[in-house]
């Protein structure tokens, strides 16, 4: 079993859509979660930390489920420029593993 | 300004070649990483420098070999390389070890071993 896990997609979403991912992860003792977007041939960019309480920031909104292990990122309204690929990032110590990621496509 | 630089941008190289790759931060960040990522597939960790020390080596073949000669620099010397090498190698810094640290990106160096 992968120690990161992501739906690989693609998801193709019109403009203006709302978009859920979900990252499930194996290890019960990760510390700290994050979305990172990486567009293709570039490095991967943060998006978001993601906190035990939820957080939102502008039309992207990150839970985190620990019980079930498994955080999820909500895109609303979504654009054109929000087509790329979107990693979960697991950290424990400083040791960080990242799922496979899920490519979104917006479309006009 | 949270810019991790790294140069070259693109390296082709033959099996028998010695060649370094190059990160640099100057945002007064103590720990730097070293990540391999293939085509469709995520970062793999790599190695992990904390205060200038190597704290991770994450079981990797000797044919990769680190360095970091101060705090702002990383270096990741290569030699006898295969081909199934050939990847983009990503280095990423962040403030601290500690759990929560962000870990940011430079643009990686996209490798090619002939």
Partial sequence: RKEVEQDPGPFNVPEGAT??????YSNSASQSFFWYRQD????????????SSGNEDGRFTAQLNRASQYISLLIRDSKLSDSATYLCAVKQNNDMRFGAGTRLTVKP | DTEVTQTPKHLVMGMTN???LKCEQHMGHRAMYWYKQKAKKPPELMFVYSYEKLSINE????????ECPNSSLLNLHLHALQPEDSALYLCASSQDEGTSETQY????????VL
């Fill in chain 1, 19 to 24: 978009v859920a991912f979900n990252c499930t």
């Fill in chain 1, 40 to 51: 293709c041939r570039k490095e991967p960019k943060l998006l978001m930390s993601v906190y």
């Fill in chain 2, 18 to 20: 010695k060649k370094s």
């Fill in chain 2, 59 to 66: 079981s990797v073949p000797s044919r990769f070999s680190p």
């Fill in chain 2, 105 to 112: 990106f430079g643009p990686g160096t996209r490798l090619l």
